[in-house]
């Protein structure tokens, strides 16, 4: 496989198996798509879909699942503990291999304007694919959900990039976008008190002065089978190549010492590209003219 | 693509590059395996070839380069500065996905009956392949040369593990056989003192009671452009599941610093299997729980 963009797309449906199924269908029967990985949250009553394939592919698995999920899910009667602005209520597309971010935002603009064409359901382009500032982050734009978004759109800076200012009365709006791909990556802490992990999610995270494209905020965790509780520093790595992990690791471990506090562990939760951990690696072990790209073995193989 | 076997023959021809590309379109013309790389050197007269494929596939094409190279190359006129005992000198194969070491055995003793039927070449079983503990080490097997091997072959402990006590007359004998994926890494100090990485050198290493699985030596380093000199503990982590390669980083840099010494920065040569460097990612993260298998994105696309 030469280009891998992948595409992690949520649906607003988490309990009607068939329905998932229904929609999961138009990634599987999408020659060049591999299907990755899908799950269900019943109490979000909402479902990640992971796939990858080459652009072409992508694009042809993307707009299908719209349709179909246009055609099954219907806002109206929608109740979740999620916020949701559409039957798809967002389509992030990721540069695995070879092609970058911006091949990603041409793709977001050609499946965004298929969607409003066929799918009838007006799209906002988000994150690297943003036309305004303000609709970057996906929260601003989904402020309102589905329900207020009838009136939303109707305001000056909010009409959507495709499809006009008027919703689709089932599915609602969407976002489509390009962005890096994410890493979750949580840090915990041989403390239980979790003003601790608070201060250092505070000096770290972006918004508040620290690492570009480092999102944290601290947690008390209380270990289900154990009782056991403590600290966590929680973050989400939002482009690992501006901000690598290691980075954190050692800034959360020295900001923690000035409490006597250590990293006792830390997790990542779900997929991690193989770069994010490889840049750590050489970092670590000083191996600075390793050449991921040729070096690599498995870069020779995918 | 589900399994990955990788071979790396080494072959008795780097100077005639007709000779070179026929014995690799033999590769390039098996359906299944991709050809990764290959490199010849003069002065050793012989080329290393990297392919990879399923199992039934490598067998196919390793069969077909023995069989070019033996009709190609004529050892009774070979010289160069790289001891040799065939046509085709050596041919590992390793496990790189979906199979273990023990799958590879199997390969390398079909493949190596083959050969001794189909190219009339008699073949030695080696490294995790070898049925007996001498014929484990590559270069006990090829002591005395292609020159010597019509005589060694008659010995008791000698006898050619397929093919019989006939050598080839033109191609030899080969060595085939299963063996982990071998990383070359080399730690640079900030000492011209090469005594300091020989003392090193001898403390990891497998041979002089150090760490399993560890090659190592220390060297003088001159760089050719600047004319700087440093010493370098030079490695072959030949199995970096059993030794990793963090392991050897941290050793290095504890014994060097009992004399006032640093490593500067390490050095990995050639192709290095994700695996080898995510590993010590973790290590170095503390990301204990990772399930590599899983939750590296790559292995669900490879």
Redesign the interface.
Known sequence: ?AQ?I?SIPNISEGRNTEVIEACIDEIRNTNGC?L??YSSDESHNRTVITY?GDAKSVEEASVKLVKKAAELIDLTKHEGEHPRMGAVDVMPFLP??DCTTEDCVELSKVVGSRIADEAGVPVFLYESSATRPERQNLVKIRKGQFEGMAEKVQEEIWEPDFGGRRIHPTAGVMAVGARP?LVAFNLNLDTEDVEVAKKIANIIREKDGGFKCVKSMGFEIVEEDTGKKYAQVSCNMTNYEQTP??RV?ETVKFEAARYGVH??????I?????KA??D???Y???????DFRT????N???
């Open positions: 496989m891998i992948e591999t990755l990985d990858i695995i291999k791909p992990l290691y690791v990293v006792t562990k830390t997790e990542i779900g997929l991690c590209p193989m951990l490889i750590c690696a050489q670590y072990m000083q191996t600075n003219d390793f070096q690599v073995l498995e020779h193989i995918l």
